[in-house]
C-alpha cells in the first residue's frame, strides 16, 4: 500500500509547522487515520494504517485505541482488523444530509453519461487524490467498477488534471514538486504529457487524458468555488464508446460547459 500524505483541502490548509500554535498534531493524525477507509478499503489492519500514514506502529496503536474508544473505530468480528465505528458513520451521514446539491446536479450527470454510454463524476481533491463525490454511470459493461468515495490518483487521471489545471500557480508547484520528490511522477514521459494537457486547459476548457495501454479515454474540468475551494468534473470511458476526435470535438466541451453550469448550483449548496 502507498502511503497517503496529510489531508489537505484546499490552498488555504494548515500545516504541522511548529509554529503554528492553533494546530494540533495529534488530532490531525487521528483524522488522517480515518480517510484511511473509503469505499475500496473498508476493513484495515494497524500495519495497513501505518503504511498508509507513514507514522510509527506505536503511535498506530495509540490513535486506534482513542477513536475506538470515541466510537470512530470498531474492530471487524472475526477479524483482526478495524472498520469505521458508528460515531463516524453518523457523522458521515449527518454531512450527507446537507449535500442537496449533489441531488440537484445528479440528473445533469446522468444525461451525459446516458447519452454516451460512458461514466460521468463529480469530485474534490483530498491529499494526493480526487475523492468521489458522485458519479453517474451508463449502461455499458465496460465501465470500472467505481463508486462514490473512491479515491483517483490526482496526478494520473483528468479529473486529477484538471484540479491542477484550476488551482493557484502556487499550490500547483508546490504539489508537482512534492510528486515529483516522492516518486509519484518518477514517469517523465507522463509528466510532459500532463504539463502539455494543463498548457492547453485555458484554450479548451477541459484536460484530455488518453491511455492507449488500458483503452480509456477521458475529458475533464475543474469548478472554481469560494475560499480555494475547488471540484471537477469527468467523463472516460472504453476508447471504443469514446474515440479521440469525439472526445475532443463534442464530449470535452460539453464537460466545459457542464462545469459552468454545475456552478452556480455547487455555489448555493456550498454545504457540499
Known amino acids: 500500500m502507498s502511503r497517503r500524505p496529510n489531508p489537505k483541502d484546499d490552498e488555504n490548509a494548515m500545516t ?53 474508544k470515541s466510537g470512530f473505530l470498531a474492530n471487524v468480528p472475526g477479524k483482526d482488523k478495524l472498520q469505521l465505528g458508528t460515531a463516524a458513520i453518523a457523522l458521515g451521514a449527518a454531512a450527507l444530509a446537507g449535500q442537496d446539491a449533489l441531488e440537484v446536479v445528479r440528473p445533469m450527470l446522468q444525461a451525459i ?46 479529473i486529477g488534471w484538471a484540479y491542477l489545471a484550476n488551482c493557484t500557480p502556487e499550490l500547483r508547484d508546490q504539489l508537482l514538486a512534492e510528486a515529483q520528490s516522492s516518486g509519484k511522477l518518477a514517469d517523465t514521459a507522463e509528466l510532459k504529457t500532463m504539463k502539455q494537457a494543463l498548457a492547453r486547459y485555458p484554450e479548451r476548457g477541459f484536460v484530455f487524458h488518453e491511455r492507449p495501454k488500458y483503452q480509456i479515454n477521458t475529458v475533464a474540468s475543474g469548478i472554481k468555488l469560494p475560499d480555494g475551494e475547488r471540484l471537477v468534473v469527468s467523463c472516460g470511458g472504453p476508447s471504443s464508446l469514446l474515440p479521440t476526435p469525439l472526445m475532443l470535438e463534442e464530449v470535452g466541451p460539453l464537460i466545459s460547459q457542464l462545469a459552468r453550469e454545475l456552478h452556480p448550483v455547487l455555489l448555493l449548496g456550498k454545504d457540499i
Open 16 to 68: 504541522s509547522d511548529t509554529t503554528d500554535r492553533q494546530f494540533v498534531t495529534a488530532l490531525a493524525r487521528g483524522l488522517e487515520i480515518l480517510q484511511c477507509f473509503d469505499a475500496e478499503q473498508r476493513m484495515l489492519g494497524t500495519t495497513d494504517i501505518a503504511q498508509m500514514t507513514g507514522l510509527a506502529q506505536p503511535t498506530v496503536w495509540r490513535l486506534c485505541y482513542t477513536l475506538q
Open 113 to 158: 453519461a446516458d447519452r454516451y454510454q460512458v461514466a460521468v463524476a463529480l469530485g474534490r481533491r483530498e491529499g494526493s487524490s480526487i475523492v468521489y463525490l458522485l458519479r453517474c454511470q451508463g449502461n455499458s459493461p465496460l465501465l470500472m467498477n467505481l463508486r462514490v468515495g473512491s479515491r483517483i490518483p490526482l496526478f494520473h487521471s483528468a
